[in-house]
């Protein structure tokens, strides 16, 4: 399959105007796409789980321009007001996503997204947000060509989100999200997610990330600088190589329900997006103190109880804490007695593994 696939023939229908509202999920990745080439073509495959409460809310309104535009023409709202500074990011993905929507200038779009995290938690909310409206594009393009299968507008929806935002390629699905070519996984693709194909445990299948938010100032290095910092640097091939191999281990984890393997394989990865970071050039560091503080007190918790608790990282000092419905009573009060503590502010947001995104 190449791009030419996702570039629409005729639309049977005309629409007028119309509105769709989707709620999209963020994810976290388990094993991490870092490294890209041009339109967030990935490095390398990664796996993620799909999450729940961390959502992003966006309704859609179009209606028929006249004429034709030579720009883009929408009116953005977050969280109940215009918000002019999230304008050129949406239009750069309109750009991005153009060829593939071809109607995007014959309509006039009212976006209003809220999310249902707050703002300024450190949270990307990319993924979610960029999914929501990929989500909400597809679903005027499925009025203007109703014959659409559900199988090509989830793997389209998937597209599009890619090329706003590549993480939000993994967040239109859930539970478990594969996104990259890879060798032991059918039909996997550069170019979008898709649902993890295999069997998997039911260990896995609920699973709860507890976000602890340690630090939620604006990120100091954005995703794309810090990707295109894995261009030359020195362990680049060696990182992009043992994806590949941690991919192909965690299909047996996922098959067998191995929690130790699981918990090694997710903190390195985790680790490893720092170690990346760290030995760029310009080479920086996201982890606070504090996160490194929480880290110590998970293994300590871990090999004091047998518990099968773990963390994982995004580019940030926020901890994500993974764990097994099955001992959620007592990591839960774990989390609260020693870990809260290391939290700006002490605040955290509990979630868990989800099903995707949802049309409202
Ligand atoms: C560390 O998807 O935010 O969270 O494609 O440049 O928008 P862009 O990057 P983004 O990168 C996410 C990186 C990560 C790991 C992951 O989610 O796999």
Known sequence: MTEKYFIPSEYQNQIEKGEVTWKSPSNIALIKYWGKEANQIPANPSISFTLNACATTTNLKFTRRKERGT??????????????????????FLERVEEYLPFLKQYHFIIETSNSFPHSSGIASSASGLSALALGLMSLEKELNPKMTEEFFVKKASFL?????????????????????HNGIENSSNLHAI????????????????????DKGQKEVSSTVGHNLMHGHPFSQQRFKQAHGNLTKLKGVFEKGDLKTFIEIVESEALTLHAMMMTSLPYFVLMKPNTLEIINKIWEFR?????????TLDAGANVHVLYPESEKDVIFQFIKDELVAFCQNGQYICDRIGFGAKKM
């Open 71 to 92: 720009e883009f023409s929408i009116d953005l709202f977050f969280e109940g007001k215009r918000k002019e500074d999230f304008k050129p990011k949406i239009i750069t």
């Open 161 to 181: 989100a890619r090329l706003g935002s590549g993480s939000a390629a993994r967040s239109i699905e859930g539970d478990l999200v594969e996104w990259g070519a």
């Open 195 to 214: 649902k993890y194909p295999y069997a998997v445990h039911s260990v896995f299948k609920k699973y709860h990330d507890t976000i602890l938010l340690v």
């Open 303 to 311: 090999k004091k109880t047998n518990s099968n608790v773990c963390f």
